[in-house]
């Protein structure tokens, strides 16, 4: 099992705002970054060190956290959204890195 | 823009050594850290380890004991050993380059090669 636990499965309405978190104990130290994966495709960073965005990531993507717990948002979610989303971070120790199991993200 | 290429076989035998190789062009291998990240089908991301520096090198430990990265500076490329290799070693095996915020010790990976699917059968 991962340190970082998502929910396996989300859906959102298109045009509606959705988030996706992840939590763990290192999310109290670290912050997470995130990543959308579509199905044959390699993952794409869309959030890191909180809520910052890579150049050509839309700005309805953001990034946030509290606690234990990391979350992405999509305010709008569009069609093109829907994909596997993946949380990482470090561990408990600080040492190693992790991902979340990932969530699939259905756009109705 | 920095670009990643993952080559090597496509299909390794049970308990023999899966090898890999990451080609990094449009930007220099130094200074960063270059990771390999394995995707089994229709799993989640595992975190295999990385190399830093020419040099150091960080394992996940649950393959530890099985892996081994190395980099070739002259080629900027960096490689993947990892051994006594079983089925559920199957997966898609990508390249990424990784960086660390200073300030926070928080990661990133950014970007990814295509991933190369790596069958272990005999």
């Known amino acids: 099992s991962s340190e970082l636990t998502q929910d396996p499965a989300v859906s959102v309405a298109l045009g509606q705002t959705v988030r996706i978190t992840c939590q763990g104990d290192?999310?109290?130290?670290?912050?997470a970054s995130w990543y959308q994966q579509k199905p044959g495709q390699a993952p794409v960073l869309v959030i890191y060190?909180?809520?910052n965005r890579p150049s050509g990531i839309p700005d309805r993507f953001s990034g946030s956290s509290s606690g234990n717990t990391a979350s992405l948002t999509i305010t709008g979610a569009q069609a093109e959204d829907e994909a596997d989303y993946y949380c990482?971070?470090?561990?408990?120790?600080?040492?190693?890195?992790?991902f979340g199991g990932g969530t699939k993200l259905t756009v109705l | 823009q920095v670009q990643l290429q993952e080559s090597g076989p496509g299909l390794v035998k049970p308990s023999e050594t899966l090898s890999l190789t990451c080609t990094v062009s449009?930007?220099?291998?130094?200074?960063?850290?270059w990771n390999w990240i394995r995707q089994p089908p229709g799993k989640g991301l595992e975190w295999i380890g990385y190399?830093?520096?020419?040099?150091?090198?960080n394992y996940n430990p649950s393959l530890k004991s099985r892996v081994t990265i190395s980099v070739d500076t002259s080629k900027n490329q960096f490689s993947l050993k990892l051994s006594s290799v079983i089925a559920t070693d199957t997966a898609v095996y990508y390249c990424?380059?990784?960086?660390?915020?200073?300030?926070?010790?928080?990661?990133?990976?950014?970007?990814w090669g295509q991933g190369t699917l790596v069958t272990v059968s005999s």
């Open positions: 990424a380059r990784g960086s660390v915020d200073s300030g926070t010790g928080a990661g990133w990976f950014d970007p």
């Open positions: 449009g930007g220099s291998i130094s200074n960063y850290y």
């Open positions: 190399i830093y520096n020419s040099g150091s090198t």
């Open positions: 290192s999310l109290r130290s670290y912050y």
């Open positions: 060190v909180k809520n």
């Open positions: 990482h971070s470090r561990d408990s120790s600080g040492n190693y890195w992790v």
